[in-house]
Every structure is written in C-alpha cells, then in structure tokens.
C-alpha cells in the first residue's frame, strides 16, 4: 500500500514539474477571483464550478476557461465546486447567509486539473503533491475573496462597537422625545441634532464625522456631565443610528440602540423598516401610505417575471443606484447591441485580465441581464414543495454587480465607496466611462447627446450672443409656488407649526402636485447671468440666459430637480408629484438661432480682473492669494483634503463654500486633486471677476494647468487648448469661444487627446456650467456626433428615489417592455400594477418615429 501510494506521489510529482515554473503562490497584493468568472456569473455554486488559474488567480466558468488556456497557455487551474443544501436552521442558529437573507449549509470540494487534457488532481493531497503546489493551493483555498481587499474604505465596516454601549446607564428623568419639531436646547440650531443617551438633552453638533455644522453645545454637554453617547435623531431607522462617543472620540456601535432610545418614547419600529437587503420598505401601517410603499407598490401581490430581459440585479449593500441605471441603459437597443451583440469579439480580443476591461465587464452584465440565464421560473416540483412547506420563498436570486462595480468606481471617492450615491451622477459618469471606451468605434451614448443653444442678451443694449453646448439630460426645477392644492400645503405648514409649539406629532404630511408643464415653463424662463460682462458696453452689466435645444437626442432624460440643501450641507428632498406625461412634445423648444433684427454683440475679451480685496497692486503682484480660510475650513470638515478645499476657495475666487463645494465636485477625479495650491505665474486671473479692471497683464509662458485640464477633458486637443488660453489671458470661457471660431486643422487627435486624461463629470456634464464647450454641429472632425431629429418623445423608463436624500435611501425603476411596466427592485423583477409615474427622479423618453 505504502509503496502503491510513493509510485503514485513520484507520478504526480512527474506529471506537474513541466508545469511547476507556471504554479505561483499568492503574494500580498494579488486578487484572487474565487467567487465569480471573469466573463460570466458562474461561481463555485454553478453547475460547472469555477477553474482559478494557478498563475493569475482570475477565474473563469466552464465556458470560459478553454479561451484563457488557448490565450495563455496556462494549464494548471484549480477547481472550486460549491454543493449547497438548504436548511431548516432554528431562529437562534443562523449557519450562512446569502445576500436575500437564505440560510444554507455547503459542502466545498477542490481538485487540480491540468489543460488540455482535463487530467484531475483532487485536494487536499499533501502526500503526493509537490510541496510548492501544495502552499500555493493553501494560498489560494485561504485567501480573501478579491473583493475584501478593495472596499475596506468603506466606514460601515470600520465602525467598532462603543465600550459603553453595554453598560450605558439612563437617567430615569422622565424626559419624552417628539417625531419631529426638534431643536438644540441651548441654541435655536435645527439641524445637525444629537440626542445624549444618558439624560435625554437634545443638543446641536459641531465637527462630527459626517462634517455638518453646528455650534457644538452637544460635546460642551459631555464635558460637563460625561454622559458618553449621543446618537444623530435624523439618522434613526430600526437596523441602526448614527451614534458618537464623545469619550472614544469617533463614530461607534450600538448593539442596544433600540432599548436606548426607547426609554426616551423613539420606537424604531415606528420607522422605516430595513430588510436584508440594504434598503427600506415601510411597513408602518399609517393613514397615508408613504413614498416607499407607493414607488415599491409593495401593498400588491405583484406577479414575478423570468426570462430575457427580466434578470434582477443583487444589491451589495446601498448599490441600487448602479444596478437602476445599468437595468435603464441595457433596455436600450443601442447598448444591447455594442455589448451584448459584439460578445464574442469583445470576449476574445479581451485583455489578459478581463476583470479590469471595461467592455468586457459591460458585456458580461448585459449577457446577464438579457440571455435569461440568470431567471428562470422554478420548477413545477419546487412550488409543489413549498406549498406542502407552507413556505414561500423568492426565486429569483439576480445577479451581482461587484466586478463592473469595482472596475468602474476605481479612485472614485464616492462611487467606490459602500454608501448611497445619486444614480443621475452615477448615470452621467457610465456615460463618460462609455464615451472614453469607444473611441473610433460605434458610441452607444451618442443616444443621449444633444447641442443646447445659449441665448444671452445684454439688457442695457439689447444685444445678443449664440452660443452651443453639448448635454447629456435636461434638469426639470420643480416650482413649489405652482402647485395645485397651494391651499393644501399652506394649512399643513400652519398645523405643523401649531404642534412644534404645543410638542405634539406633527400632522399627516401634504404632498406638492405640480403641474409639468409648469416645470417645463420654469425650465424655459430666462435666467439671469452671474457676473455678465457685456462687450458692447465693455462693462459689467446685468445679462439673462435662455436654453432651447440646437437638436433633440434619440433618447431623452429628464432629471426632476428635487433635491435642495439644507443648513448642514445635506441634500434634502423636496416632497413632490409631478404630474409626467407618456408622450411629450417638445418642438415648440426647438433653438432658432440669431433672429431678423437682433444684433450680435461684439466679439470682444473682458480684459483682466483682480480680487476686490487687493492691498494695493504690488502686494496682490508679490502675495499669495486671498484665501477665505472659514469655506476651507467648512468643507475640510466635510471630509474633503485641505489642499483640495484650498483649491476649490482659490479657483471659486472665494465666493463662498456653495460655489468652492461644487468646484470640489467637478475636479474630485483628477490626479492632482488634493496636490497644494501652485500658481504657474506671479498673476492668474482665476475665475474671479469684480471691479477693478487692469488690461492685459503679461503671464507666464504656459497657461494655468487648471484650465487645460479643463478644456482637454472636454475633447479639445491640448495644444489647441493652450493656444486658446493664451490668446484669451486664460479666461476660460472666452477660451471656448476662440476655439469655436479658430478651428484647428488637424484635429483628428481629439479624441485620442480625451482618451487620455481624467474623466472630469461635471465639466463635461453640467447643465448649468457656462463655460461648457461651445460646439456646432458642422464640425464633423471633433465636434460631437448628435442624432438629431423631431422632439416627439414617449415615456419608456423612471428612476425613483425613496427617502429624505439621494447619500440614503433605495432607489428602484420602472421600464416598459413589451407595452407592460415592469418593476425592478434590486433582484426582484415583477409586474407593475401601479407605476408611480408622478414620484419619480430620473425619466428616460424615446423619441417616436416621424410615422
């Protein structure tokens, strides 16, 4: 026997030294992909298993693993095949969970095979395996899924439990805390409330780890009483609060918050409930059914579908604004086509790491979502089972976005981390990710792109200019003043009022309606230009703005604007219904350009202008600039790098930390970001624009890096970019419009050019930018490929947000296919009986054929 076994050892010794150069041991650093295929959703669970190259450690489902063995030349692979058994666990003792909250049990069997001949090696098998091999098959067998290793940023995972949390005493002092109406017992502060958990007070916070305002009195309370935590009252849901130790100085759990807080009357089951799934269902029975139950219409039994085209998306935790967006994009024939339908040459002229190649992972999510693969209806036996089980349990499983995740919120602050994020910027930034990936090829985003005409008109003179912008949606404002049941709302305000005095529950709220033409009229009114410099006065003057679209896109999304700030930086939402119609008709906003009888204003440059605060001419030459140090200090609190922040002030010419937070916004992407502040010259005119005008001054040789960076990440080839800096003495907009009207011959390089640097969202992106790219559609070289047509739409898609701010909350859509809607809830895909037309965020039209 013993001699049988050494034979049979020196024999597997034998057969893998030809290989042993290619066997690797996992160093710190490699990603192991042990949980899913590079390609495809298979996964140890899936009936062929997955095969982990023993080189490269990426792995790869059955249909996939040949391709890498031919591409590679790499024969060892390690088998992983995962035999779930469901189980009847008791409540107390939970095994594993899934990510919809199943319990099982598993079994986990590995082998070695060798390519090509599928020769099987299974493990463990220290005896008769290579010591080498056997290491780095522990290696792999032990190592953390690749995803372990990226997403350790995100703060959920890093909160520890408070040392006090078990042994927190409460005083006995009587002391009832109301739903709402709150307000810091020292100060009239509204927002940013913290709740002591030992005496009840109610005090405003200051330099919390969430960055919001306050003055304070709440940590001023700890040093007095040293009652150690407090938690955030906006923040209560009954899965957990935000809450703070003032004594261990940071944020902090606790595991016995709803005992806490109950003892001062908060009954958290009161609120929003969350389920397993990282969002919010409320199932709070209450006369007035809430936004969540309304958009989810989760009062119906509603009928589950399966097949192509009807796949869920898993929620990792807060993702459903990607998994929206990306269900949206791949409903689009356009989409289907550039990734799904080129497949096959997409999968075979694939990087050698297929994980880090954007249209492979944009092909292996459209795959998933509409080859029916991944939904499919259960088996006759299995309902059959549960009826005699008396247990209904979903089906549909979904499939799990983390590889496209990962690839596509790489060195994204936000997207990259394991909050909540706004699905219109994460939509934008699939846009620009799209745009970046198909250069000199077919651009599935060019159904979104249209030119926006800019009408701005000099008051005193009457004069005016045209200029062209390039824009992916159109924001709808939703005007509170023209709701219909005003009457309604004012009398709602006024008992709300009536019981913050009385400290009694505030009433049923009242829901604005408004009208959308009023939105659409709102979206049409003039408005007014900031700073408007008018070149026929050579002066600043007043000047208004009008928008209409120079050409309409195939594909038309419309952003309601219901999100505002509040105090705390906070976004906030505005409760609305908007009245959406199923056909829209928006030919009347067709752009006329320069009228009969208009006259054009001269095409003339503001000449440089220096900050009003100068202390004389010199100083301003010799000194570094003005900086107001309290907006820097305002958003360094917020998280964001102080050079960064610094930046942001500079580059807004210090007009406030509204203007300076958006700045941070639009550049958080690029590499210099949170570099400090270096001026290229002694003198850069910056953005600033006041008052005291000083001619052309001579600048350094090379124009603000800022600004190029600016104009490159907009498509504009950068020695062109440089030229029309230094024509313009670097002021940006001027800049745009001498690069409109000096076209440069050979501009074939612009799209490598924008290949090549940071993608910059908000430059390429905002709406309300004016100093976005002034393109006319003739320039076919590098301007923008529009498909213009008739502004006739139908409604095909909506977004819906529920909850108080887009960073919270759960995000669901509703698109129509086959003339049915369909809702999309995460990994549920069912029926829609009522679609919550009127509550939406993000609408999504197609425009009808000329017929």
Same mark, same amino acid.
């Given at each position: 026997f013993l001699r049988r076994n050494a034979k049979m050892a020196a024999d597997l010794g034998e057969l893998l030294v030809p290989y042993m150069p290619t066997i690797r041991v996992p160093r710190t650093g490699d990603r192991v992909f042990k949980s899913e295929c590079a390609f495809s959703f298979d996964s140890p669970e899936s009936e062929g298993g997955l095969y982990v190259c023993m080189n490269t450690f990426l792995g790869f489902g059955r249909e996939h693993v040949e391709r890498h063995y031919r591409k590679t030349g790499q024969s060892v692979y390690m088998h992983?095949?995962?035999?779930?058994?469901?189980?009847? &666990?008791?409540? $107390?003792?939970?095994?594993n969970r899934d990510f919809n909250g199943e319990d099982y049990e598993y079994e986990d069997e590995a082998k070695l095979v060798i390519f090509p001949d599928h020769f099987e090696i299974p493990l463990p098998n220290i005896e008769e395996l290579p010591a080498l091999v056997t290491i780095a098959c522990d290696a792999v067998l032990n190592a953390p899924s690749a995803y372990k290793k990226q997403e350790p940023e995100s703060w959920e995972e890093e909160i520890q439990v408070s040392r006090h949390a078990r042994s927190?005493?409460?005083?006995?002092?009587?002391?009832?805390?109301?739903p709402s109406g709150w307000k810091c017992q020292k100060c009239e502060m509204r927002e940013n409330l913290w709740l002591n958990l030992t005496d009840g007070a109610v005090l405003c916070g200051k330099w919390f780890f969430d960055g919001s305002g306050g003055n304070g009195h709440a940590l001023?309370?700890?040093?007095?009483?040293?009652?150690?935590?407090?938690?955030?009252l906006d923040t209560i849901t009954p899965d957990g609060a935000d809450v703070y130790s003032f004594e261990e100085e940071e944020a902090v759990l606790d595991p016995h918050i709803s005992e806490h807080l109950s003892h001062f009357g908060i009954d958290?089951?009161?609120?929003?409930?969350?389920?397993?799934?990282?969002?919010?269902?409320?199932?709070?029975?209450?006369?007035?059914?809430?936004?969540?139950?309304?958009?989810?219409? &989760?009062g119906m039994k509603l009928k589950e579908v399966?097949?192509?085209?009807?796949?869920?998306?898993?929620?990792?935790? $807060? &993702?459903?604004?990607?998994?929206t967006v990306m269900q949206v994009l791949f409903s689009i024939p356009d989409f289907q086509r550039m990734y799904v339908g080129n497949l096959q040459r997409i999968f075979d002229y694939s990087p050698l790491d297929p994980t880090q190649d954007f249209a492979t992972q944009m092909a292996k999510l459209g795959h998933g979502l509409l080859s029916g693969q991944y939904s499919k209806p259960p088996m006759k036996s299995e309902l059959i089972e549960q009826v005699m089980k008396e247990e209904y349990k979903h089906q549909q499983k979904g499939i799990s976005p983390r590889?496209?995740?990962?690839?596509?919120?790489?060195?994204?602050?936000?997207?990259?981390s394991n909050r909540q994020q706004d699905a219109h910027e994460f939509l934008l930034h699939m846009v620009n990710l799209v745009e970046r990936n198909s250069a000199g090829s077919e651009n599935p985003s060019d159904v979104f792109r249209f030119l926006v005409e800019e009408r701005v008109q000099c008051c005193q003179t009457r004069r005016v200019r045209y200029t062209q912008r390039v824009d992916y949606c159109i924001q709808l404002p939703a005007p509170f003043e023209a709701a219909t049941n005003r009457e309604e709302l004012l009398a709602y305000e006024a008992k709300c009022k009536e019981a913050e005095e009385n400290m009694r529950p505030p009433p049923e709220p009242v829901r604005a309606r408004i009208p959308f033409t009023a939105c659409l009229q709102a979206f049409t009114e003039p408005e007014n230009v900031p700073d408007f410099w008018s070149s026929a006065l050579q002066a600043k003057s007043a000047g208004v703005k009008t &928008?209409?679209?120079?050409s309409f896109p195939e594909y038309l999304v419309v952003q309601t604007?219901?999100?505002t700030f509040g105090v705390d930086w906070v976004p906030k939402k505005l409760d609305v219904g908007i009245d959406v119609p199923d056909f829209l008709d928006l030919s009347r906003l067709r752009a006329t350009g320069l009228q009969a009888g208009e006259e054009e204003l001269p095409d003339l440059m503001p000449p440089i202008v220096l900050p009003e605060d100068t202390r004389g001419m010199l100083n301003q030459l010799l000194k570094t600039p003005e900086i107001d140090e309290a907006a820097v200090m305002q958003l360094a609190e917020m998280g964001f790098p102080l050079e960064a922040c610094r930046k942001a002030v500079y580059y807004t010419g210090n007009m406030g930390p509204e203007m300076a937070f958006n700045w941070i916004i639009a550049h958080m992407e690029e590499p210099d970001f949170a570099e400090p502040l270096t001026l290229p010259s002694m003198i850069d005119p910056g953005p600033s624009a006041t008052d005291s005008p000083m001619g052309a001054i001579p600048l350094g040789n090379s124009p603000p890096e800022e600004s190029i960076a600016i104009l490159t990440s907009m498509g504009f080839p950068r020695t062109h970019s440089i030229h029309a800096l230094k024509a313009t003495n670097n002021n940006l907009e001027r800049a745009l419009d001498w690069i409109f009207t000096h076209p440069e011959e050979e501009e074939s390089d612009a799209l490598s050019d924008m290949a090549d640097t940071e993608p910059n969202d908000n430059a390429f992106f905002n709406a309300n930018s004016h100093s976005d790219s002034t393109l006319s559609p003739d320039r076919d070289t590098s301007g923008p490929r529009v498909k213009d047509g008739p502004g006739r739409y139908e409604l095909f898609a909506f977004i819906s947000h529920m909850g108080a701010s887009t960073m919270s909350g759960h995000y669901v859509c509703h698109i129509k296919k086959e003339g049915r809607w369909v809702i999309y809830n995460d990994h549920k895909v069912c029926l829609s009986e009522r679609p919550p037309k009127d509550l939406g965020y993000i609408y999504f039209y197609h425009r009808l054929s000329s017929s």
């Open positions: 992983l095949k995962r035999h779930v058994k469901e189980t009847q &666990s008791s409540s $107390n003792c939970k095994l927190l005493r409460q005083l006995d002092n009587g002391v009832r805390i109301p001023e309370h700890y040093r007095e009483t040293n009652y150690p935590l407090a938690v955030k958290m089951l009161q609120m929003q409930k969350r389920t397993e799934n990282g969002h919010h269902t409320d199932n709070n029975p209450r006369p007035r059914v809430s936004e969540w139950e309304v958009i989810q219409e &989760s399966y097949g192509s085209g009807y796949t869920g998306i898993k929620n990792l935790g $807060n &993702s459903c604004y990607i998994s590889m496209l995740k990962s690839l596509v919120s790489r060195g994204h602050p936000e997207f990259s &928008s209409r679209f120079a604007k219901k999100f």
